[in-house]
């Protein structure tokens, strides 16, 4: 079957960094998608990597290892509003999208 | 650009009367839209998967005759959740692809439906 697995929740300080994992196994691969999600709102789009490596968008950035079907979101200088809840999806050889339950991040002044 | 707005944001009904909620692609033609359901402190669910002009692709476990989907042009989808019951209570989202680029759905801001 198909499987995206992250941490349920996770507590980091403001101003610091915190890395959130995610590893999937899926029938075939059409990149993996980074979203955050704050509270009775819907997911709004943070990354894509569909590439081995690193790719970096200001305080956000997206790895993927696709032989070890491994990803991680790493946010830097932790803010208030970045307590919302990061999920992770992956697009399968049908193109659609498989989604994690998500990783709950509270960020502590 | 690429905007997708939902209406309504919030809608409370009684059981057994039946709701619509509107998915419409504001600044782009969406030639694939998506249903999603979410229930509290739960991912997403994917409900179905509609082309313009085509029936919708239900997932395993939604019945069809009780959310029913229009994606009667390129830039509106409907769902309509028939005779609703307070189970139906959640969190619906609906999300849309362009032919730009097409591996990434832009998020309607959702809809939260309550039945009494």
């Known amino acids: 079957g198909q499987n995206i697995d992250q941490p349920t929740e996770m507590t980091a300080t403001e101003g610091a960094i915190v890395q959130i994992n995610c590893t999937y196994q899926?029938?075939?691969?059409?990149?993996l998608f980074w979203y955050q999600q704050h509270a009775g709102e819907a997911p709004t789009f943070l990354s894509y990597?569909?590439l081995d490596g690193l790719e970096e968008k200001g305080r956000f950035s997206s790895f993927l290892s696709r032989s070890k079907g491994y990803s991680y979101l790493l946010l830097k200088e932790l803010q208030m509003k970045d307590s919302a809840s990061y999920l992770c999806?992956?697009?399968?050889?049908?193109?659609?999208?498989?989604w994690g339950a998500g990783t709950k991040l509270i960020i502590k002044p | 650009g690429a905007v997708v707005s939902q209406h309504p944001s919030w809608v409370i009904c009684k059981s057994g009367t039946s709701v619509k909620i509107e998915c419409r692609s504001l600044?782009?033609?969406?030639?694939?839209m998506f249903w999603y359901r979410q229930f509290p402190k739960q991912s997403l669910m994917l409900m179905a998967t509609?082309?313009?002009?085509?029936?919708?692709?239900?997932e395993q476990g939604v019945e069809k005759d009780k959310f029913l989907i229009n994606h009667a042009s390129l830039t509106l989808s409907t769902l309509t959740v028939t005779s609703a019951h307070p189970e139906d209570r959640s969190f619906y989202i609906c999300?849309?692809?362009?032919?730009?680029?097409?591996?990434?759905?832009?998020f309607g801001p959702g809809t939260r439906l309550t039945v009494t």
């Open positions: 999300s849309a692809t362009g032919e730009r680029e097409a591996y990434e759905q832009y």
């Open positions: 600044d782009f033609q969406a030639t694939t």
């Open positions: 509609s082309n313009e002009g085509s029936k919708a692709t239900y």
């Open positions: 899926t029938s075939g691969f059409n990149g």
């Open positions: 990597n569909v």
């Open positions: 999806a992956v697009m399968d050889s049908n193109y659609q999208l498989i």
